[in-house]
């Protein structure tokens, strides 16, 4: 019911309106370069509020998206030329996270104008004068950023390019996946089993904690094995059986590489059981991750039930096609289809408390002191927590849909992490969920990253 | 008041008139394919078949709600306003599970201290209730005392009838909205019971125990919760869809300027919901934190009320991402008492 939402700050007054720019710049290289057109008394627009931090490396996404929540027209962020960070690599790090960020704001339709990167030295005064009186008159272009986008009409929330699938028949490992359970349990190789079991409504599956190989026959497996069973491998109430044995899907296998990689379990901790997987059931049809799943095993999965059965690559563009025609709309449309998304967020978290790689023991978004994003669940509160999800998941996401599964408004949010997956694959050529010894994209660089969209 | 029942040819004619005699009206319509209310504007824009998948809580209790606001002068500080409340509203198609959880919502809220920001919304709120022909697969309102026809909370309910809809006015609210509608209502009377009985007998058998609310405040300490609970994700969802968990947390939102202070839903399922400032927790585990959602619901709630606070709509059975049902949990844990 967000027509019933009060707190979306009115429309300015179009007749007064000044663009307020936020410029985030590092101290060695750009705020000296201000400092210096300042000196040499170059004219250059008052609308700029420079925010002037360490090292371009320091300029964390949450600060330019908070900037935009508190009322930015626009946001500059600016640094040193490569090669020139006074903390060598500092920059080279920005350069990426802001080369998803940037993608990321194109996704949604938010006008290129108002979220401008620059590389400004200490000696470039000029520059900085130039690139300031540049940015703001793209923002008078575009003019003040409006409470509701707006005028999203009547455009469907899922693309028909790729139409629903039937789901096949699921393979019958249920005996054996009993029997497996019960012998690593027999054999105290693990002291729960998490699979799956019958759930309490008709043709539902639901998590299963086995302690004794006498419950094995709990187990079960078809096509509504839809949860991505890796997210309780962090969880308190089951760790506090010690070693965990996890039934895994290959999607769901690629969530626990994610939290190997990053440190989260120990391998000896837990045993995989991997099953094979030929698609689940959401919403009555082949869930779009599986048209384009090719069931393959990460290295690291410890078992496989009926490894000879030849599994079947069910092809097609899945997410890819709905991207496509995301991108096709025209940036306001696009940017009005996905306010009509977030103004359903209820901001119930529930995307976050699902995701296997969502595991923050105090998450960015229940901090108060310093509020990193506000808690309304209006326009700009609900932008800023979506960018903030689909943010922190870059790079990291491995695709299981849980999230979007779970999000009781139905938003779009596979459409906003396969983006990401799509950016940094082409990119940074990283593929999520692959090999646990692999750095994540975002915390290393290359010397040659792009940075066409830097100034 | 005269004839307290009225017959009309369909739930459709009703909302038609009501929205010819100029009422502002929020009814479940199909958002992004599923059910949701908002503001409709012709007829056709209604979906009376099935059941949202947020409950009517909100209009009465806004996912965000502004208390008040401030500003920061020289000297001193301006107050600004809490919200101002939305215009009345028809809230039409209420299903007897949601419409009796706003009567449980008027109970806690308006229990003094009165809280005057719900109340301020709630008066403004004619209640036009929708009973269920087609119960779902989680519905479970039989299991705690209503029914598919229940009327409570609702200021007029519509029966679906094989001739028509049967429309019993239940309030002075909703004798004054028949006073509008004119000749889309003419008097006249019909016995629901045969819909009630053929609706109930369509449900999932579901119930509650004899004794759940002190098997439940006996079962308090069993370790067994963190079995019950083990899946539980805390994601909160349960109690986002619920018609009748009101819990919220209150938040400043504020920069140099000024800022607003804000009332937003909170559930007992998150671990910030109980979170000190020294750092303890006194709900430390999910176990714990699901724990309170049933004995709320089941114990201390009926025993302060003497009915459950739940209506048995089913949605948190139906939407919880990880398969649990708490008239199952809730019985279970009883019953290991026993
Ligand atoms: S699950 Fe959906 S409604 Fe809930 S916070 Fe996430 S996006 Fe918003
Ligand atoms: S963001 Fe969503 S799709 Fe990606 S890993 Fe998390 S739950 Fe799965
Ligand atoms: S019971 Fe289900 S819906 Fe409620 S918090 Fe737990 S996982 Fe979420
Ligand atoms: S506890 Fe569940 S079944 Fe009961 S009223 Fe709330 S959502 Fe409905």
Redesign the interface.
């Known amino acids: 019911?967000s027509?019933?939402?009060?707190?979306t700050p009115s429309a300015p007054d179009t007749a007064t309106w000044k663009p307020r720019l936020v410029a985030f710049v590092c101290n060695w290289c750009t705020y000296t370069g201000a400092d210096l057109a300042g000196t040499s008394r170059t004219e250059y627009p008052a609308n700029v509020r420079i925010v002037r931090l360490p090292c371009s490396g320091r300029i964390d996404p949450h600060f330019i998206i908070r900037a935009f929540e508190?009322g930015a027209d626009g946001v500059l962020v600016s640094g040193c030329h490569p090669g020139d960070c006074h903390y060598t690599a500092g920059n080279y790090h920005a350069r990426r996270k802001f080369m998803v960020l940037h993608a990321l704001a194109e996704f949604l339709g938010i006008e290129p104008e108002r979220l401008q990167f620059s590389w400004v030295s200490a000696a470039e005064g000029r520059k900085w004068a130039d690139v300031v009186s540049d940015v703001v008159a793209g923002l008078l272009r575009v003019g003040p950023v409006q409470p509701t986008w707006g005028g999203a009409g009547e455009l469907p929330?899922?693309s028909l390019s790729e139409p629903p699938r039937p789901v096949p028949e699921p393979l019958d490992v249920v005996g054996e996946l009993r029997a497996t359970a019960q012998r690593w349990l027999s054999d105290c190789r693990v002291d729960v089993f998490v699979g799956y079991g019958q759930?309490?409504?008709?043709g539902?599956?639901?998590?299963?904690?086995i302690t004794s190989p006498d419950e094995v026959d709990q187990l079960v497996w078809n096509e509504h094995a839809v949860?991505n069973l890796a997210?309780?491998l962090t969880?308190?109430?089951?760790k506090?059986h010690g070693r965990v044995g996890l039934l895994v899907k290959s999607c769901d296998a690629r969530a626990v590489v994610g939290l190997l990689q990053e440190r989260q379990i120990e391998r000896e901790q837990v045993t995989l059981l991997g099953v094979p997987c030929i698609g689940v059931e959401v919403?009555g049809a082949l869930a779009p991750k599986c048209h384009t799943c090719d069931s393959a095993w990460p290295a690291l999965v410890d078992e496989v039930l009926s490894a000879e059965v030849p599994l079947t690559p069910v092809d097609g563009e899945g997410l890819a096609a709905e991207i496509a025609w995301v991108e096709k709309m025209s940036p306001a449309q696009r940017r009005a289809w996905w306010q009509?998304?977030f103004d359903?967020c209820?901001?119930?978290?529930?995307c976050?408390?699902?995701c296997p790689l969502c595991y923050c023991s105090q998450c960015i978004a229940?901090q108060?002191r310093p509020?990193w994003v506000?808690?309304?669940?209006?326009g700009r509160?609900n932008l800023a927590w979506n960018l903030v999800r689909a943010f922190h998941l870059a790079g990291r996401c491995v695709g299981c849909g849980?999230c979007t599964?779970?999000c009781?408004?139905?938003i779009r949010l596979d459409l906003l992490n396969a983006k990401l997956a799509q950016v940094v694959r082409d990119e940074f050529g990283y593929v999520a969920g692959g090999d646990p010894d692999l750095p994540p994209p975002l915390t290393t660089y290359l010397l040659e990253d792009h940075e066409e969209f830097i100034r | 008041m005269s004839p307290t029942t009225y017959l009309a040819d369909s739930a459709q004619a009703v909302l038609t008139a009501i929205l010819a005699a100029g009422q502002r009206v929020?009814a479940p319509v199909e958002?992004?394919?599923?059910l949701?209310?908002?503001?409709v504007e012709q007829a056709e824009q209604a979906q009376l078949i099935g059941q949202t998948?947020?409950s009517a809580k909100?209009?009465a209790f806004?996912?965000?709600?502004?208390l008040f606001g401030y500003r920061f002068g020289n000297p001193g500080v301006e107050l600004l306003p809490g919200?101002?409340p939305?215009a009345p509203t028809v809230l039409f198609g209420v299903r007897p599970c949601d419409a009796a959880g706003l009567a449980i919502l008027d109970g806690v809220f308006g229990a003094e201290p009165a809280d005057a920001p719900y109340l301020a919304r709630r008066a403004r709120i004619t209640v036009v209730g929708l009973s269920c022909d087609q119960p779902q697969?989680?519905c479970a309102c039989t299991a705690v005392g209503l029914s598919p026809t229940a009327t409570d909370g609702s200021d007029l309910l519509l029966t679906p009838l094989a001739e028509g809809v049967l429309v019993e006015v239940l309030t002075a609210r909703g004798a004054a909205l028949v006073d509008l509608l004119g000749e889309a209502l003419r008097p006249g009377a019909a016995d629901k019971a045969e819909v009630t009985a053929r609706a109930e007998a369509a449900m999932a058998p579901r119930a509650l125990p004899a004794g759940l609310a002190d098997g439940l405040a006996a079962a308090f300490g069993e370790a067994a919760w963190?079995?019950a609970?083990?899946?539980c994700?805390?994601?909160?969802?349960c109690a986002?869809?619920c018609p009748t968990c009101h819990c919220f947390?209150v938040?400043d939102?504020s920069?140099l300027r000024g800022g607003?202070r804000?009332r937003?839903?909170d559930?007992c399922q998150?671990g910030?919901f109980t979170l000190h400032a020294s750092g303890h927790n006194p709900r430390a585990?999910?176990?714990a934190r699901y724990r309170q959602r049933a004995l709320h619901k089941f114990s201390y709630y009926p025993r302060a009320h003497g009915r459950p606070m739940c209506v048995g709509c089913g949605r948190c059975?139906?939407?919880c991402?990880?398969?649990?049902?708490i008239f199952?949990v809730a019985a279970t844990a009883a019953a290991g008492q026993g």
């Open positions: 019911m027509t019933e939402t009060l707190l508190q929330v899922r759930g309490s409504l008709p539902r599956l639901r998590p299963a904690f949860n997210t309780y969880r308190g109430l089951v506090r919403d009509a998304q359903r209820l901001r119930c978290y529930a976050r408390a699902v229940d108060s509020q506000s808690k309304s669940s209006d509160g849980e599964r779970v009781p408004s139905n | 929020v958002q992004a394919g599923l949701a209310f908002a503001h998948r947020a909100e209009l806004p996912r965000t709600q502004r919200e101002e939305p697969a989680h963190a079995d609970a083990a899946r994700l805390g994601c909160g969802t986002f869809v947390d938040v939102e920069n607003q804000l937003v839903w559930a998150f910030l585990d999910q176990a059975v139906n939407a991402p990880a398969g649990m049902d199952e």
